[in-house]
């Protein structure tokens, strides 16, 4: 088998762009020594570009009569979304919520499937990103229930005993991790998988074999990057609509 | 030196909170308003609409109730017509008959008149040949010849009276 490369030699053939794939950039902030992913920094940066160029698109010149195009698709984002939001939570408690979440989904889509181009990679296989933004909801859950019931949102450590403590407590933890950490494996599994069916099938078995099994998981990272995007988000509404409502 | 971190995560939070100041200040507001402003547009036209149809209503049932107003009127009118037209016939009729009554009356008074203005003017030729033949007889002297052409006389102005 001297055609099988290694998962290392497959990626370093698919720098296309010549990133910095395996080096890092650093920066000290006073004593402490930062490193950065220069990979995932700049398919985060094209990943917002190309966001920002959807959504600008899609709300210059907008009809109020006859949406079209990107409008139409934003249109329709937003309000599967504010539906979910309402259901979850009063809809004025969520209208703050609304702006986050849409820009999570939409993010999290174009994240998933930006890796899906060959060459370019998922800054959502990167488990810095999908921790960034489960520590965003993470964040929104205590912003918003400290803001709809105060210190008392507190008390729902104790309930339904003081016993339950830890186990809220160790609750309260799992929720951005998972978070993290479904996203990060559906993603980077998913790359890999690529990456691996590009380059590990030695001899002509990638002309037959390799490529349509390829080209079917392409087909199927797209599903399963469009419902990554949607549970990411769906669970931040819930947790969030948790840490708001009454029960 | 100190320990070492890696920063990706926290730019990437800072990445992500860019994106969605960015996005709510150009992308979300537009939209927002967008939004808002249809759903107001087709409330007030549902309203609108909602509106127009009671005025159709009210509008519909004004004009039935004219028409069968109209139809009712109409009836009447045509009902009084007919009346008055068969009044009017019955009246000429009687008219006509009270006019033939009086003519006929008429003509049979000219007629007994004539015929009583004729008797009374026989009766006075009558009475002034009388006066006349004896007004003859008195005045010739009457002999036999005499008396006879008298009579002859008498006998043809008789003849010739009838």
Known sequence: MEHMKDLHEVEELLNFWNWPANGTWEMYVGNIHLTFNPTTLIMTWITMLLVIIFCVAATRKMSMTRPKGAQNILEI??????????????PKKGAALLGVVVTYIIFILFANLIGLVPTLSSPTADYNTTLGLALCTFAMIYIFGIRYKGLGYFKHYVKPFVFFLPINILEDFAKPITLTFRLYGNIYAGEVLIAVLLGLIGGWAHVFGGFLASVAWLAFSIFVGCIQA???TMLSIAYVGQAVGDH | MGFEFNGTLLAQIVDFII???FLKLVVYKPLVRLLEARSEGVASNIAAAEQERREAEQLKAGYEAEMRNAREQTQEIIQKATKAGEDQAAEIVSNAKNEAERLKEQALAEIE???????????????SLSVLVAGKIINKSMTEGIQRSMIKDFIKEAGELQ
């Open chain 1, 77 to 90: 984002v937003w309000e599967f979304i504010r539906g979910l939001v309402n259901e979850n939570m009063d």
């Open chain 1, 230 to 232: 949607f549970i990411f």
């Open chain 2, 19 to 21: 994106l969605l100041i």
């Open chain 2, 113 to 127: 008149r004539e015929k009583q203005r004729a008797v009374t003017e026989l009766r006075e030729q009558v009475a």
